[in-house]
């Protein structure tokens, strides 16, 4: 759009310039100049240049194909909402029962009591076989379970809780206890076989032989001389021990909310780089 600007006058000389529906004079000839310009005016103004003659402008709007002096500017798109959060599961494996707590081969156990503490997750409840608490790290919907179907029966449980929910393996993690880590050393890896963990045996059966799954090792080290490992995993910790093993669960603690938030690799990275509790 442009504004048509026309001015008659008495004196000799007389410029008009108009610009965003303003206009001015100057000493020159009678013109008639079209500007662009985003408004409308009309008016009466003396020519200071003259000699005290009034010079009548008249200013109309005319359309115009050349290009404002500015840009138009779009409304604001609001942006994409944001994807909702997958859910998670994670499992610890053990055996139910106080005859069993406190022992190497519910380790997997205290991780999952270790984050429900944390998170303000309860674990009252008991569903697929399992002790099982809901919740979030962060905004991160989570999903805890201890089976209690004893060990060698974990599938069972875990399996059903996949499938009912439908959890892509890929967001399922199950944490256990195992020989061949020196004690208290935390391993994450993508996925892997059983490792002769008879527990993540009848998991492995329960998907379907599928085994890309995550997991998280937990060490608690070989028996000693020549006691058979099958009592060896179910002796409890001496007071060096404990300290350690709390230290280590409070970094698997942490593991998991950066697995949740930030994903497998920066996970792996601080598992890897985590040091020892030096006693």
């Given at each position: 759009?442009?504004?048509?600007?026309?001015?008659?006058s008495?004196?000799s000389s007389?410029t008009?310039?108009?610009?965003?529906?303003?206009?001015?004079f100057?000493?020159?000839s009678?013109?008639?100049?079209?500007?662009n310009?985003?408004?409308?005016?009309?008016g009466?103004?003396?020519?200071t240049?003259?000699?005290g003659?009034l010079?009548?402008?008249?200013?109309?709007m005319?359309t115009s194909t050349?290009?404002?002096?500015t840009?138009?500017i779009?409304a604001?798109?609001?942006?994409?909402?944001?994807?909702?959060?997958?859910?998670?599961?994670?499992?610890?494996?053990g055996?139910?029962?106080?005859?069993?707590a406190?022992?190497r081969?519910?380790?997997?156990?205290e991780?999952?009591d270790t984050?429900a503490?944390?998170e303000g997750?309860?674990?009252g409840s008991?569903s697929?076989?399992?002790?099982?608490?809901k919740g979030?790290?962060g905004?991160?919907p989570?999903?805890?379970?201890?089976?209690?179907t004893?060990?060698n029966?974990?599938g069972?449980?875990?399996?059903?809780i996949?499938?009912?929910?439908?959890?892509?393996l890929?967001?399922?993690?199950?944490?256990?206890d195992?020989?061949?880590?020196p004690f208290?050393?935390?391993?994450?890896?993508p996925?892997g076989?059983?490792?002769?963990?008879n527990?993540?045996?009848?998991?492995?059966?329960?998907?379907?032989?599928?085994?890309d799954?995550?997991?998280?090792?937990i060490?608690?080290?070989r028996?000693?001389?020549?006691?058979?490992?099958a009592s060896?995993?179910?002796?409890?910790?001496?007071?060096?021990?404990r300290?350690?093993?709390?230290?280590?669960?409070q970094?698997?603690?942490?593991a998991?909310r950066?697995?949740?938030?930030?994903?497998?690799?920066?996970?792996?990275?601080?598992?890897?780089?985590?040091?020892?509790l030096?006693?």
């Amino acid at each position: 759009m442009k504004l048509a600007c026309v001015i008659s006058s008495t004196a000799s000389s007389a410029t008009v310039l108009c610009r965003r529906g303003r206009c001015l004079f100057s000493s020159s000839s009678s013109v008639a100049k079209t500007l662009n310009s985003s408004s409308y005016r009309r008016g009466w103004m003396s020519n200071t240049a003259a000699t005290g003659s009034l010079h009548q402008i008249s200013c109309s709007m005319i359309t115009s194909t050349s290009p404002p002096d500015t840009p138009a500017i779009s409304a604001p798109q609001p942006g994409k909402p944001k994807p909702k959060p997958q859910p998670w599961l994670i499992v610890g494996l053990g055996n139910p029962g106080k005859r069993y707590a406190g022992t190497r081969h519910n380790v997997g156990f205290e991780m999952i009591d270790t984050i429900a503490d944390a998170e303000g997750i309860s674990m009252g409840s008991v569903s697929f076989k399992a002790q099982f608490g809901k919740g979030f790290i962060g905004d991160v919907p989570i999903m805890l379970a201890k089976p209690q179907t004893f060990m060698n029966a974990s599938g069972e449980s875990v399996g059903a809780i996949v499938s009912y929910y439908k959890i892509p393996l890929k967001q399922v993690l199950v944490v256990f206890d195992d020989l061949d880590l020196p004690f208290a050393k935390l391993r994450l890896l993508p996925k892997g076989g059983h490792g002769g963990h008879n527990g993540m045996r009848s998991i492995m059966n329960h998907l379907k032989g599928n085994r890309d799954f995550p997991r998280l090792r937990i060490g608690i080290g070989r028996p000693p001389g020549k006691m058979d490992p099958a009592s060896f995993v179910l002796r409890t910790f001496n007071r060096q021990e404990r300290e350690e093993l709390d230290f280590t669960l409070q970094n698997g603690l942490e593991a998991m909310r950066i697995l949740v938030l930030e994903g497998f690799d920066k996970s792996a990275t601080f598992v890897n780089s985590s040091k020892p509790l030096t006693v």
